[in-house]
């Protein structure tokens, strides 16, 4: 026996199996981001033709998708690049808004003016009440008003009714003759002349404010600045983020709808005149009507 032992000595010795290490495990990616990317890959679009489609780099549509904003150079850039780039994707872009630092009194505001509107739609509720009550009121008082018509049409007499219908032709007669003959007396034939010209004049000025125009707005962007326009009709016209150093002129029919990001760092000009882009928001947004 101790012969058997010596010659396998390696029978009685269990080899230890060797461990897979954790390391060498493959470990699935994290997952990150805010489901653009998701949403661009459905509609079969590369981080390039996005960025092509905006006019913007391509690292600017990965720190988009990744919610790094820090990356990104500044609140209003970054709202007017997600605002694009949702009605690109047709995504919902509203709750990444309010992640972009720096967005507080714009939350605020939001805030306030949904309460607003809330506190408003009682209100509107009290009044629709008040209105039917006038009508009927006032259907009561037409009532009433027909009904002592006729009482007094039976309880006067006819010769009373003649003599007043009498006196007031008289009365209108006298209206008309003095209407007629002062401008005959002051001089013949040259006050119909200027009366009808002045119809004229009246009738062309209702016809130009009712008629819509074209017009063409000049943009001058001395920074990247988001713009948005839209015509008479609500319809967007024109909707893109501008580089630094360009130009762009839109031309629609006015009144138009402009909105304009960073427009402290943009030049307006509207039918040749300058626009002063000063009704601002927190988020150094203007918003301008132009006629």
Known sequence: MQNENNQ???????????????????????????????????????????????????????????SDWQALPGRTFTVGILRAYGRLLDVPVDSLITEV??????????????????????????RDGETKRQERRMLKLGVVMVILAVVLAYAM??????????????????????????????????????????????????????????????LKFSAPAWVEVRDYTGRIIYSQLNAAGTTQFITGAAPLDVLVGNARQVQARWRDEPVKL???TGDDVSRQVLR
Do not use: C
């Not at 060498?24 to 092509?52: C, F």
């Not at 967005?103 to 309460?115: E, L, Y």
């Open 157 to 218: 007499p006819g010769s009373f009714w003649d003599e007043s219908i009498q006196s007031a032709q008289s009365l209108v007669n006298r209206w008309v003759r003095q209407d007629v003959v002062q401008p005959q007396t002051a001089e013949p034939g040259a006050v119909p002349a200027q009366t009808d010209a002045a119809k004229t004049e009246s009738g062309s000025e209702t016809v130009a404010q009712a008629q819509t125009s074209p017009g063409t707005l000049e």
């Open 8 to 66: 396998n000595p390696q029978a009685e010795i269990e080899m230890p199996v060797p461990s897979v290490p954790d390391a060498a495990q493959p470990v699935e990616p994290a997952t990150t981001g805010n489901g653009l990317s998701a949403a661009r890959e459905a509609k079969r679009l590369s981080v390039g033709d996005a960025a092509y489609a905006l006019k913007v780099g391509s690292k600017v549509i990965q720190s988009i998708e990744a």
């Open 101 to 126: 630092p720096g967005g507080s009194p714009a939350v605020k505001k939001n805030h306030i003016q949904a309460s607003t509107s809330s506190l408003k739609a009682a209100p509107a509720g009290r």
């Open 278 to 280: 000063d009704k601002l």
